[in-house]
Protein backbone atom coordinates (compact mmCIF):
# COMPACT_ATOMS: atom_id res chain seq x y z
CA UNK A 1 0.00 0.00 0.00
CA UNK A 2 1.21 3.33 -1.04
CA UNK A 3 0.09 6.44 0.13
CA UNK A 4 -0.83 9.62 -2.12
CA UNK A 5 -1.20 12.97 -0.51
CA UNK A 6 -2.46 15.76 -3.05
CA UNK A 7 -2.05 19.43 -1.84
CA UNK A 8 -3.96 22.66 -3.96
CA UNK A 9 -1.49 25.29 -4.39
CA UNK A 10 -3.10 28.88 -4.10
CA UNK A 11 -3.72 29.61 -0.55
CA UNK A 12 -2.54 26.23 0.54
CA UNK A 13 1.28 25.73 -0.52
CA UNK A 14 1.32 29.74 -1.17
CA UNK A 15 -0.58 33.13 0.15
CA UNK A 16 -2.27 33.82 -3.49
CA UNK A 17 -3.09 37.38 -3.73
CA UNK A 18 -5.27 37.79 -7.14
CA UNK A 19 -6.04 41.15 -6.86
CA UNK A 20 -2.14 41.90 -7.10
CA UNK A 21 -1.70 39.78 -9.94
CA UNK A 22 -4.77 41.55 -11.94
CA UNK A 23 -3.41 45.04 -10.99
CA UNK A 24 -0.18 43.74 -12.45
CA UNK A 25 -2.47 42.65 -15.69
CA UNK A 26 -4.27 45.94 -15.91
CA UNK A 27 -0.22 47.24 -15.85
CA UNK A 28 0.69 44.76 -18.73
CA UNK A 29 -2.10 45.02 -21.28
CA UNK A 30 -3.79 48.72 -20.60
CA UNK A 31 -7.35 46.53 -19.48
CA UNK A 32 -9.35 48.32 -16.59
CA UNK A 33 -9.60 45.76 -13.85
CA UNK A 34 -13.07 44.93 -14.48
CA UNK A 35 -13.11 44.48 -18.32
CA UNK A 36 -10.25 41.81 -17.90
CA UNK A 37 -12.77 39.89 -15.95
CA UNK A 38 -15.39 40.55 -18.21
CA UNK A 39 -13.32 39.31 -21.08
CA UNK A 40 -11.31 36.66 -19.83
CA UNK A 41 -12.82 35.09 -16.04
CA UNK A 42 -15.16 33.15 -17.28
CA UNK A 43 -17.02 29.61 -18.86
CA UNK A 44 -15.28 30.34 -21.80
CA UNK A 45 -12.12 31.58 -20.87
CA UNK A 46 -10.42 30.96 -17.65
CA UNK A 47 -12.98 28.88 -16.05
CA UNK A 48 -12.88 26.61 -19.14
CA UNK A 49 -9.07 26.48 -19.53
CA UNK A 50 -8.95 25.02 -15.88
CA UNK A 51 -11.30 22.31 -17.17
CA UNK A 52 -9.34 21.48 -20.36
CA UNK A 53 -10.95 23.21 -22.80
CA UNK A 54 -7.43 24.50 -24.44
CA UNK A 55 -5.35 21.82 -25.70
CA UNK A 56 -1.76 23.13 -24.84
CA UNK A 57 -0.11 26.24 -23.03
CA UNK A 58 0.11 28.40 -26.53
CA UNK A 59 -3.41 28.06 -27.28
CA UNK A 60 -4.25 29.26 -24.19
CA UNK A 61 -1.98 32.54 -24.26
CA UNK A 62 -3.44 33.00 -27.98
CA UNK A 63 -6.46 33.13 -26.77
CA UNK A 64 -6.09 35.21 -23.53
CA UNK A 65 -4.31 37.77 -25.73
CA UNK A 66 -6.98 37.87 -28.44
CA UNK A 67 -9.34 38.53 -25.51
CA UNK A 68 -7.38 41.37 -24.09
CA UNK A 69 -6.69 42.82 -27.01
CA UNK A 70 -3.26 42.85 -25.67
CA UNK A 71 0.05 41.58 -25.95
CA UNK A 72 2.09 39.98 -23.06
CA UNK A 73 4.25 37.34 -23.31
CA UNK A 74 5.05 34.13 -21.52
CA UNK A 75 7.63 35.62 -19.64
CA UNK A 76 5.33 38.38 -18.66
CA UNK A 77 2.30 36.34 -17.55
CA UNK A 78 4.47 33.86 -15.42
CA UNK A 79 6.46 36.67 -13.27
CA UNK A 80 3.40 38.42 -12.90
CA UNK A 81 1.51 35.46 -11.74
CA UNK A 82 4.43 34.54 -9.75
CA UNK A 83 4.63 37.73 -8.05
CA UNK A 84 1.06 37.77 -6.58
CA UNK A 85 2.30 34.29 -4.89
CA UNK A 86 3.71 34.35 -1.30
CA UNK A 87 5.67 30.96 0.36
CA UNK A 88 4.66 29.06 3.14
CA UNK A 89 7.58 27.71 4.48
CA UNK A 90 5.51 25.54 6.90
CA UNK A 91 3.28 24.21 4.52
CA UNK A 92 6.26 23.01 2.59
CA UNK A 93 7.83 21.18 5.65
CA UNK A 94 4.32 19.78 5.35
CA UNK A 95 4.46 18.50 1.92
CA UNK A 96 7.85 16.96 2.96
CA UNK A 97 7.15 15.09 5.58
CA UNK A 98 4.48 13.89 3.43
CA UNK A 99 6.84 12.56 1.35
CA UNK A 100 8.14 10.29 3.68
CA UNK A 101 5.08 8.77 4.66
CA UNK A 102 4.01 8.35 0.72
CA UNK A 103 3.66 10.23 -3.00
CA UNK A 104 3.20 13.38 -3.43
CA UNK A 105 1.04 15.24 -5.92
CA UNK A 106 -0.36 18.80 -6.96
CA UNK A 107 -3.91 19.68 -7.89
CA UNK A 108 -4.51 23.43 -8.57
CA UNK A 109 -7.56 24.69 -10.14
CA UNK A 110 -4.95 26.38 -13.23
CA UNK A 111 -4.67 26.14 -17.08
CA UNK A 112 -2.05 24.46 -19.44
CA UNK A 113 0.23 27.86 -19.26
CA UNK A 114 0.64 27.33 -15.28
CA UNK A 115 0.77 23.81 -16.07
CA UNK A 116 3.57 24.32 -18.45
CA UNK A 117 5.45 26.21 -16.40
CA UNK A 118 4.59 25.26 -12.82
CA UNK A 119 8.86 24.44 -12.48
CA UNK A 120 9.57 28.07 -13.03
CA UNK A 121 6.09 29.67 -11.37
CA UNK A 122 6.31 27.56 -8.01
CA UNK A 123 9.96 26.81 -8.33
CA UNK A 124 10.05 26.22 -4.42
CA UNK A 125 8.26 22.85 -5.54
CA UNK A 126 10.42 21.44 -8.14
CA UNK A 127 12.94 19.66 -4.93
CA UNK A 128 9.35 18.40 -3.06
CA UNK A 129 7.51 17.18 -6.58
CA UNK A 130 8.77 14.80 -9.10
CA UNK A 131 8.57 16.79 -12.10
CA UNK A 132 5.47 14.54 -13.24
CA UNK A 133 3.14 15.21 -10.33
CA UNK A 134 3.26 19.07 -10.66
CA UNK A 135 -0.17 19.20 -12.02
CA UNK A 136 -3.16 21.47 -13.06
CA UNK A 137 -6.52 20.75 -13.13
CA UNK A 138 -6.35 21.01 -16.84
CA UNK A 139 -4.01 17.99 -17.34
CA UNK A 140 -7.23 15.84 -15.85
CA UNK A 141 -9.60 18.10 -17.86
CA UNK A 142 -12.23 18.94 -15.35
CA UNK A 143 -11.64 21.15 -12.49
CA UNK A 144 -12.80 21.28 -8.97
CA UNK A 145 -15.24 20.92 -7.46
CA UNK A 146 -16.12 18.64 -10.66
CA UNK A 147 -15.56 15.58 -8.79
CA UNK A 148 -14.57 14.12 -12.34
CA UNK A 149 -10.76 15.68 -11.40
CA UNK A 150 -10.68 13.38 -8.46
CA UNK A 151 -11.99 10.49 -10.09
CA UNK A 152 -9.35 11.40 -13.01
CA UNK A 153 -6.59 11.57 -10.36
CA UNK A 154 -7.70 8.39 -8.99
CA UNK A 155 -7.01 6.37 -11.83
CA UNK A 156 -4.13 7.99 -13.53
CA UNK A 157 -2.45 7.39 -9.83
CA UNK A 158 -4.54 3.89 -10.14
CA UNK A 159 -5.03 4.41 -6.09
CA UNK A 160 -7.64 3.63 -3.87
CA UNK A 161 -9.22 6.19 -2.17
CA UNK A 162 -9.06 5.03 0.77
CA UNK A 163 -5.27 5.27 0.42
CA UNK A 164 -5.68 9.16 -1.12
CA UNK A 165 -5.06 12.69 1.65
CA UNK A 166 -5.87 15.73 -0.36
CA UNK A 167 -5.65 19.23 1.09
CA UNK A 168 -7.55 22.34 -0.42
CA UNK A 169 -8.70 25.88 1.16
CA UNK A 170 -11.92 25.65 -0.65
CA UNK A 171 -14.89 23.86 1.36
CA UNK A 172 -16.22 22.55 -2.01
CA UNK A 173 -13.59 21.57 -3.23
CA UNK A 174 -12.46 19.35 0.36
CA UNK A 175 -16.58 17.85 0.05
CA UNK A 176 -15.95 16.99 -3.37
CA UNK A 177 -13.46 14.78 -2.55
CA UNK A 178 -14.78 13.22 0.62
CA UNK A 179 -17.41 12.29 -1.33
CA UNK A 180 -15.05 9.82 -3.73
CA UNK A 181 -14.10 8.45 0.07
CA UNK A 182 -11.19 10.47 -0.01
CA UNK A 183 -9.28 12.11 3.09
CA UNK A 184 -10.07 15.30 2.86
CA UNK A 185 -8.39 18.25 4.89
CA UNK A 186 -9.59 22.18 4.94
CA UNK A 187 -6.60 23.84 5.07
CA UNK A 188 -6.69 27.08 7.69
CA UNK A 189 -2.91 26.83 8.79
CA UNK A 190 0.22 24.69 8.00
CA UNK A 191 0.10 22.96 11.60
CA UNK A 192 -3.39 22.11 11.23
CA UNK A 193 -2.04 20.62 7.77
CA UNK A 194 0.86 18.77 9.20
CA UNK A 195 -1.44 17.27 11.75
CA UNK A 196 -4.11 15.66 9.25
CA UNK A 197 -0.94 14.79 7.51
CA UNK A 198 -0.02 12.89 10.36
CA UNK A 199 -3.17 11.41 11.39
CA UNK A 200 -4.17 10.32 8.35
CA UNK A 201 -0.78 8.24 7.89
CA UNK A 202 -1.45 6.75 10.94
CA UNK A 203 -4.96 5.73 10.66
CA UNK A 204 -3.83 4.05 7.20
CA UNK A 205 -0.75 1.77 9.28
Known amino acids: MTLLFVFDMDDVLYDYDWRRRMEGLVELTGVPFAELRRRWWHDEGEFAAEAGGFPDADSYHRAALAAFGAEVSVEDWIS ?26 LLTNNGPLVHAHLATLAHELVDLFEPDDLRTSSFYGARKPDPLVFERMLESYRADPRDVFFADDLPENVASAAGLGITAHRFTDPAGLRAAIEDFAASRG
Open 80 to 105: NRRHAMTPFPDSFAAVARARELGAVS
